[in-house]
């Protein structure tokens, strides 16, 4: 069974450009997390969808952030404009289901630099 | 403020030591707690998880887990350099799906 993918593994962009991350979940999985970890600190939820709606998004820094999951699969997150701030490594993760007894499964990561 | 706080490390030890790390949380609505190993440059990977007061054994891996304490810890027995890693807590909070992290724990095991 394949695992959680992201692309790109890496991106480089100057402030001000717009980057679109990609993350395909383990088939099967409604539950679809974003988080991400900044230099020196701790990874931080994003948000959680439950196949194409948005459950939680309390943790979506600002409005220059914006998630999609069209038709409950794979997901998406835009930053546009970037700013300096944005750059850290950004993970995706799904479960199978939700509850005391959820496992989460992490995707490799992608690391966003921004210049 | 929820947090999830692990002892700083770096954490060495030598090969076929017992590794213990700590993890405390402030959420006393907590339900579920997690111990991912990390890998230099890889996904967090789930290794044990735990939602009872007491000690859940899986393998080389203990987790233990005090409530009233708001404390939980990972052993790992007879650690082999393959154990070398950085271990990350993570604690779910009650009535959400989402996990809170501690900023992990960085675990060397000298051969």
Known sequence: EAGVTQFPSHSVIEKGQTVTLRCDPISGHDNLYWYRRVMGKEIKFLLHFVKESKQDESGMPNNRFLAERTGGTYSTLKVQPAELEDSGVYFCASSQARGVYNEQFFGPGTRLTVL | ?111
Do not use: H
């Open chain 2, 1 to 111: 403020q929820k947090e999830v706080e692990q002892n700083s490390g770096p954490l060495s030890v030598p090969e076929g030591a017992i590794a213990s790390l700590n993890c405390t949380y402030s959420d006393r609505g907590s339900q579920s707690f997690f111990w991912y190993r990390q890998y230099s440059g890889k996904s967090p990977e789930l290794i044990m998880f735990i939602y009872s007061n007491g000690d859940k054994e899986d393998g080389r891996f203990t987790a233990q887990l005090n409530k009233a304490s708001q404390y939980v810890s990972l052993l790992i027995r007879d650690s082999q350099p393959s154990d070398s890693a950085t271990y990350l807590c993570a604690v779910k909070e009650g009535g959400s799906e989402k996990l809170v992290f501690g900023k992990g724990t960085k675990l060397t095991v000298n051969p």
